[in-house]
């Protein structure tokens, strides 16, 4: 359990800084904010009534969420599979 633990943290850490970083540097993950921020901008002109814009922030937040943890699964998992391949190649050299 320990390992599991120690894994958890070194993705948070990485998530949390050189993940962070480097989408401050990728063109196409830039263009995509852009694009968000617009597509938000489109939405709240069309809103009709607080009561809508909450269930529309709901949805965008629950989608958001499930986004965000799909994306720490995927990264703890390569880090695994990252482990495994440099000890699998360390047994054959």
Sequence with gaps: MKKEKLLDILVKER????????????????????????????????????????????????????GTIYGMAAYRQGFKDGIRVTHELGETA
């Design 15 to 66: 998530m949390e800084t050189a993940l962070e970083l480097a989408l401050k540097e990728d063109d196409e993950y830039q263009h995509e904010l852009r694009e968000q921020e617009a597509a938000f901008n489109e939405m709240r002109k069309i809103m009709l009534d607080g009561k809508q814009e909450a269930v529309v922030d709901r949805a965008i937040s629950t989608t958001n969420n499930c």
